[in-house]
């Protein structure tokens, strides 16, 4: 199934590079911060979790601290907290 892929994926590209005309203007852009940071601690734990669980077992509390941990980062950018 791969084999018959790729040569459709090619021809696939070959015509969206000659059809499709994106006309793109320089923009000047800010990274967020302190949104990038929060976004980082609200879901790693959270990562950390679903990735060990099977390895640390999903009793009551085995690792409850580290999805707690990203709790407050996610209270306090969520949108209903800018009220």
Same mark, same amino acid.
């Given at each position: 199934?791969?084999l =018959?892929? =790729?040569p459709i994926?090619?021809v &696939?590209?070959v015509v969206v &590079?000659?059809? *499709?005309?994106?006309r793109?203007?320089a923009?000047?852009? %800010?990274? !967020?911060?302190?949104g990038?940071v929060m976004l980082?601690?609200?879901v790693? $734990? *959270? *990562?950390? =979790? &679903?990735?060990?669980g099977?390895?640390?077992g999903?009793?009551l509390? &085995? %690792?409850? !601290? *580290? $999805?707690?941990a990203?709790? $407050?980062? !996610? #209270? #306090? #950018?969520?949108?209903?907290?800018?009220?």
């Amino acid at each position: 199934m791969f084999l =018959v892929n =790729v040569p459709i994926g090619i021809v &696939a590209l070959v015509v969206v &590079a000659k059809v *499709l005309n994106v006309r793109t203007s320089a923009r000047n852009h %800010r990274i !967020d911060w302190f949104g990038a940071v929060m976004l980082t601690v609200g879901v790693v $734990p *959270l *990562l950390i =979790v &679903a990735e060990q669980g099977r390895d640390w077992g999903w009793a009551l509390g &085995a %690792r409850a !601290d *580290l $999805p707690t941990a990203s709790a $407050p980062a !996610d #209270c #306090c #950018c969520s949108p209903s907290s800018n009220t």
